[in-house]
């Protein structure tokens, strides 16, 4: 069944269905257009964002909106969001058991939004997704289809700021999704 955007919005804001609600400032549920033809599926928020209350608004997220940019695109035009919508402490990965329970809001944000690509940004973001052991290196630019859409693993931006020898190929995963989009979209 399909939810609707305030009922997931409310179950989300109030939700303590994990052990990271305990340590949050803010809920960070996910922000662009509820149509968005192309979504963004990061990690969990980061300092910033528990701050902010929005995905992808510290260091990584610069580098996400300018990737964003230099593919056409404004933010508002695309779907950003998370596996996990409270931030795991000191930025860890999420437990299993996390991700788990907080899975169906990110069902219900797809279910809503209806995109026709995603990129999976990092392996965590592919691992809950895909349901496959994905390796960034080895499987960062393939297409992924379930369900009549189109999934895509790249780089974290976070990993892009660590080791930016890894730019190019992002970029060339980012070309990939321009063009994806321009296909689905124009048949
Ligand atoms: N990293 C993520 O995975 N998500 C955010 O929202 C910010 C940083
Ligand atoms: Fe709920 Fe998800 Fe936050 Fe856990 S991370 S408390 S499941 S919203």
New binding site residues.
Partial sequence: MRVSWSSLLAD?RA???????RG?MN?VPGEGDPNADLMFIGE?PGAEEDRLGRPFVGRSGELLTKMIHAIGLERSEVYICNV???RPPGNRN?APE?AE??LP?LRGQVALVRPKVIALLGRVACQYTLREQISITRDHGRWFERKGVWMMPTFHPAALLRDPAKKREAWEDFQKLRDKLREVQHG
Avoid: I, N, Q, T
């Avoid at 939700?15 to 609600?21: S, V």
């Fill in positions: 989300v939700c303590e269905k994990c052990a990271l609600c949050r809920v969990g996990v919508k409270c999420p996390e329970m907080c809001y």
